[in-house]
């Protein structure tokens, strides 16, 4: 038999598996969790709607999470996991420092990567200026002139709703079509300011986002853009295990039940990885509810691995 280390390893250390991690610690599991190192808010200096959290560092809250889970017997290690397979007792985990962690189950929180629109100076002003989340980023520049710099038919709706936060609303079409019809009526009947052209440059003034040069030499002033980029989940170790996956309009994600359990037994998944909409206050109660489901089922894996052994007791 493999000798298991972990009860649970616990794939990616953002607000998601910190949040399971602590769950399963203060459960007295023995709790693993790898983690790169790459939070999907860490261009941000300032996280907004988490309730109790409201204003502060991403980083100082996964710094004082990792604190919390260490506090409660968990071990916190920088390290990313390159292969996960299915081994007869569990899951065979190889981490790039080269070690292999053995784990009775797996959660993977290994959140998603944003991708932007190739623009110059685009991406240097991401979560400085510029944005995707108006519940995260829409308060603190309500009023100003907001650029919703088009990606796709989402970019119409996110300009509808960022005009509950500001009425100078200017959006960008930019390689996109030009709405028209109703869409063009709604745009009209709010307010709403169309300027066409190909957007050349992000314009930044004094290290903030000022404003924005269409390829003509035409420019306009903004004080923040809002853009739909393209969320892409970071999920090989669910890929390795040949989770299944569900098509969704804004893309393919992993499919996991109510409590985060995906189609392969022994592995939950929660935050970002699998849902697109999970923001920090998502991601940490879907996983706390998910670490529930993982402590239940060890559980009652234990029950079994008891009764087994009192059997083969009787048997001497
Ligand atoms: C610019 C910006 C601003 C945002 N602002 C807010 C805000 O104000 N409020 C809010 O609620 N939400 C905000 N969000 C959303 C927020 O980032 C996500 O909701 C949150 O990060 C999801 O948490 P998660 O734990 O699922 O993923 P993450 O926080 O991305 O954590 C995943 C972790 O897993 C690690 N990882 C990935 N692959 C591996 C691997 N193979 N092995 C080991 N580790 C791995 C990553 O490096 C990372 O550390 C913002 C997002 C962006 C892009």
């Known amino acids: 038999m493999t000798k298991i280390d972990w009860d649970v390893v616990v794939i990616g250390g953002g607000s998601a598996g910190l949040s ?7 459960a007295r ?33 996964l710094s004082t999470a990792r604190d ?11 390290a990313t996991a390159v292969t996960t397979r299915r081994e007869d007792d569990g899951f065979a985990i190889e981490t790039t420092d080269a070690r292999i962690v053995m784990a009775r189950t797996i959660l993977v929180a290994t959140g998603a990567r944003d991708e932007l629109p190739e623009i110059d100076g685009l991406s240097e002003r991401w979560g400085s200026g510029v944005a995707v989340c108006p519940y995260c980023d829409g308060y603190e520049v309500g009023n100003g002139r907001i650029g919703i710099l088009a990606t796709g038919p989402g970019s119409v709706f996110q300009a509808q709703l960022l005009r509950q936060w500001s009425d100078q609303i200017i959006y960008l079409p930019n390689a996109t079509e030009t709405p028209s019809g109703e ?9 709403i300011r169309i300027e066409n052209g190909l957007v050349k440059r992000v314009l930044s003034h004094t290290d903030k986002l000022s404003g924005v040069e269409f390829d003509d030499g035409r420019t306009i002033e903004l004080d923040a853009i ?3 980029s393209r969320l892409i989940p970071q999920d090989s170790p669910l890929r390795q295990l040949n989770a299944e996956r569900t098509e969704h309009p804004w893309g393919s994600f992993a499919t996991v039940d109510p409590n985060g359990k995906t189609s392969v037994d022994g592995v939950w998944a929660a935050g970002n990885v699998v849902n697109a909409m999970a923001n920090v206050p998502v991601s940490i109660g879907t996983a706390a509810l998910a670490a529930g ?20 007791a009787a048997t001497r």
């Open 226 to 228: 809002f853009t739909v």
């Open 68 to 78: 919390e889970v260490e506090g409660h017997g968990g071990v916190v290690r920088n």
């Open 29 to 61: 599991r023995r709790v693993l969790v790898l983690d790169a190192g790459a939070p999907r808010n860490r261009f941000t200096a300032h996280m907004h709607g988490s309730l109790g959290h409201d204003g502060k560092s991403p980083i100082e809250l």
């Open 183 to 191: 869409e063009r009526s709604a745009f009209e009947a709010r307010g």
């Open 20 to 26: 399971a991690a602590l769950m399963l610690g203060r």
């Open 293 to 312: 489901a993982i402590n239940h089922a060890l559980v009652l894996d234990d029950i079994r691995l008891a009764l087994d052994s009192n059997a083969v």
